[in-house]
C-alpha cells in the first residue's frame, strides 16, 4: 500500500470543505444548479457529510465535505474524514483555505483512510478517491508520516503466530537495510553473557528464543534513544491471565511497533540526530522453565526484582533495556509500551497518558500532540509511591499488591533504571482502535509518535531538515 497524495499535475476537482456557519455564505457563491442541488439535498455541513457537486453535463464537477463546528470537531479527530470513501472515484484538490491544523489533519486524515490490514484477505479492495497536498502542507512529511503509521498498525495487526521475536526482528532488519542504519541483536544465552538478565528471563519459556534489538542510526548531533515494549504475546506467564484479557495480547508489542514507526519518520525526515532503537522482543510463554512468581532476579543495573507477578513482565524487560540506554546518558530517552491496564482504566483507548519530569519536555510534547491531533497526557512520577515498589526482600517489586496507581507505579519502576539521562519520558499507550473510525480502522493504531515527532525537534534543538 502506498500512502502518497496525487500528483501535482494530475486533472483534479474541486473539494471544498465547508463547516456549519460558513454554508450559507457559501452556498451563494455556487452557480446556480449547484445551489439548488445542495439545498435539495439537504446538505448541511456536518462533520464528515459529503455531497458531489454536478457540472453542467451531469458528471462530478466537485465535491464539498463538512466541516461542522468547533464542537463536533472535538468530539470526533479525523472526523470530516467520515465520508471521503463515498465520494466519487476522482482526485481531488482542496478549493477552501483551511487553518493549517485543520489542513493537515485533513491532508493526513485522507491518506490513512486508505490504510487496510490486507495480509490475510485476498482480493482487491476498492480505489479511493485521491487527494491532491494541500497548498502549503508538507506533502512528503504527512505522506511519510501515513507510511510509518500504516508499518506501526501491520506489525501490531499481525497476529502473534506471524509476530514473532524472529519477526519483529526481521521488521527492523528491513528498516535498518532501507534507511542504512546499523543493527545488532543479542539473542537467547547471548542475553545472559551480554547481561541482559531480565529479558532472558521474561523470554525465555518460548521456543521462540528472547533477543535485544539494538539499531543505531546517525553520526552527529544529539543523542536521542527509543524504547519500545516487544512483548509479542502476553500470556501473562505462570500469572496466565483469564481469556478476556487474553485475547488482545497480540498487541503487546505495540510500544515496540510504534517506536519502530517514529524512527522510520525521523530517518526519512533526515533529522541531525544520532539514533537508537532499542527494542526487547519476547515472549511471555508458559513453560517448565518459565519464570516464577517469587523468583527474584537480578538485572542488568544489579538492582533485585523480586516477582509478584509474572503478568507485570514489560517493566522488566523494559528495565534491562533502558538501564543498558542510559549508560550512554544519551540527551533525551522515550519509552513506549502497553504497560498496564490501569492506565487504560485513567484515561480510555484514546488518551495516552505519559510521564515525564522535564516540564519543558512534557509542555511541548502536550502542545505538539494537540497540534497534530495526537492527543497525550501528562501523568505524575509521584515520589511518595515509591516506597510502593520496595517490598523488602529485594530491591523492587514489580507488581504491588492492591494495584492501586498502577499506571504510576509502574512509571516509577521504569524510571529507577534511568539516572544519568537528562530527559526521559515513558508512555503507557494501548495501541489499539477499538471499534472504526474515520481514518482508525479498529486494530492496531500508533499512539503518541506524531506527537513526538511534532514536539522533538525543538526539545533537541535540531534545525529541521
Ligand atoms: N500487557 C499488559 C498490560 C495491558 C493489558 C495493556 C491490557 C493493555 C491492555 C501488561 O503486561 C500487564 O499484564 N500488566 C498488568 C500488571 C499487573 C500484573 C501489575 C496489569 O496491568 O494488569
Ligand atoms: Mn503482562
Ligand atoms: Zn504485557
Redesign the pocket.
Known amino acids: 500500500m502506498t500512502f502518497t497524495f496525487a500528483a501535482p499535475e494530475d486533472d483534479s476537482l474541486p473539494l471544498h470543505v465547508i463547516d456549519s456557519a460558513g454554508l450559507k455564505t457559501w452556498r451563494e457563491t455556487l452557480p446556480e444548479p449547484q445551489r439548488a442541488w445542495v439545498e435539495a439535498a439537504g446538505f448541511r455541513a456536518k462533520l464528515g457529510e459529503t455531497l458531489a457537486l454536478p457540472g453542467p453535463d451531469g458528471r462530478p464537477a466537485g465535491a464539498v465535505l463538512g466541516h461542522g463546528d468547533g464542537k463536533a470537531r472535538a468530539r470526533a479527530r479525523f472526523g470530516a474524514l467520515k465520508g471521503v470513501a463515498g465520494l466519487p472515484e476522482a482526485a481531488y484538490h482542496l478549493a477552501t483555505v483551511l487553518p493549517e491544523e485543520d489542513r493537515d489533519e485533513l491532508a493526513l486524515g485522507w491518506l490513512l483512510s486508505a490504510y487496510r490490514f490486507e495480509r490475510y484477505r485476498v482480493g482487491s479492495t476498492r480505489a479511493l478517491p485521491r487527494l491532491k497536498a494541500p497548498e502549503g502542507a508538507d506533502a512528503a512529511r504527512l505522506e511519510s508520516i501515513a507510511t510509518a503509521e500504516a508499518l506501526t498498525r501491520d506489525l501490531i495487526n499481525t497476529p502473534a503466530a506471524d509476530m514473532g521475536p524472529d519477526d519483529l526482528e526481521a521488521a527492523v532488519t528491513a528498516l535498518a537495510r532501507e534507511f542504512d542504519a546499523d543493527l545488532i541483536v543479542t539473542r537467547d544465552d547471548e542475553l545472559l553473557t551480554g547481561n541482559l538478565p531480565l529479558i532472558h528471563a521474561v523470554g525465555r519459556a518460548s521456543p521462540r528464543a528472547p533477543r535485544l534489538l539494538d539499531m543505531t542510526w546517525g553520526s552527529e548531533g544529539p543523542r536521542l534513544t527509543l524504547v519500545g515494549k516487544g ?1 509479542c504475546f ?1 500470556t ?1 506467564g505462570l ?1 496466565i ?1 483469564p481469556g478476556s ?1 487474553m485475547g ?2 497480540k498487541k ?1 508489542m505495540g510500544g515496540a511497533a510504534t517506536q519502530i514507526g517514529l524512527a522510520r519518520m525521523i530517518m526519512a525526515a533526515g533529522w541531525k540526530v544520532r539514533l537508537r532503537l532499542l527494542i526487547p522482543a519476547v515472549e ?1 510463554a508458559i513453560d517448565g522453565n518459565a519464570f516464577r512468581p517469587g523468583d527474584i532476579l537480578t538485572s542488568r543495573k544489579g538492582l533485585t526484582v523480586e516477582v509478584n ?1 509474572t ?4 517493566r522488566l524487560v523494559l528495565a534491562d533495556a533502558l538501564a543498558l540506554a542510559d549508560e550512554e546518558a544519551p540527551d533525551a530517552i522515550i519509552c513506549m509500551a ?5 492506565a ?1 482504566v485513567a484515561m480510555g483507548p484514546e488518551l495516552a497518558p505519559f510521564f515525564c519530569d522535564d516540564d519543558t519536555l512534557a509542555a511541548v510534547l502536550s502542545q505538539g500532540g494537540q497540534k497534530v491531533r495526537d492527543p497525550v497526557w501528562r501523568m505524575p512520577f509521584w515520589d511518595p509511591y515509591e516506597a510502593m515498589i520496595e517490598p523488602g526482600i529485594a530491591d523492587l517489586d ?2 504491588p499488591s492492591g ?1 492501586q496507581g ?1 499506571a504510576i507505579t ?1 512509571a516509577l519502576f521504569l524510571r529507577r533504571f534511568v539516572e544519568a539521562t537528562e530527559r526521559f519520558a515513558h508512555f503507557d499507550i ?1 495501541g489499539w482502535q477499538p471499534k472504526d473510525a474515520p481514518a482508525r480502522p479498529r486494530g492496531g493504531l500508533g499512539q503518541g509518535a506524531r506527537a513526538l515527532f511534532e514536539a522533538l525537534p525543538s526539545v533537541l534543538a535540531l534545525d529541521e531538515a
Not at 502497553?338 to 490501569?342: F, Q
Request: proline share 0%.
Open positions: 512483548v502476553d501473562g500469572n491471565k484479557s488482545l495480547m503487546d511471555n507477578n503478568d507485570a513482565e514489560g502497553t504497560l498496564t491496564g490501569a487504560r514489580n507488581a494495584g498502577g509502574a494501548y
